[in-house]
């Protein structure tokens, strides 16, 4: 069973730094990780995409956080990290981080995690 676990959310002051993890996993089966992408949503909002990493690697984030927020993989690991800096207030949420995963037992199905709470206290 695929299964994606985040970590690394909590407090953090205006101006401050936090880094997201979403490290994917399949019960020692192999699988094939495509497109990734982390997500959030705020308190009374719809959730709404904050950047992308393609199966090639390459990455790309939303106006709104571009220039603070940055994604990066470590293959190694099945690995997706966001590194979120200069947060502030409006950048609290939810964090979900989705990846489209190939199983042989499943094919190609997108899988979300459990999401990470991220605080900005204003």
């Known amino acids: 069973q695929v299964q994606l676990a985040e970590s690394g959310g909590g407090l953090a002051q205006s101006g401050t730094s936090l880094t997201l993890s979403c490290e994917a996993s399949a019960s020692g089966r192999w699988f094939v990780i495509n497109d990734r992408a982390w997500y959030r949503q705020a308190p009374g909002k719809e959730r709404e995409l904050v950047g992308t990493v393609s199966k090639g690697g390459a990455t790309n984030v939303v106006d709104s956080v571009k220039g603070r927020f940055n994604l990066s993989t470590a293959d190694s690991k099945n690995a997706m990290y966001l590194q979120m800096n200069s947060l502030k207030p409006e950048d609290t949420a939810v964090y979900y981080c989705?990846?489209?995963?190939?199983?042989?037992?499943?094919?190609?199905?997108?899988?979300w995690g459990q999401g990470t709470q991220v605080t900005v206290p204003s």
């Open positions: 989705k990846a489209n995963i190939w199983t042989m037992s499943q094919g190609s199905v997108d899988y």
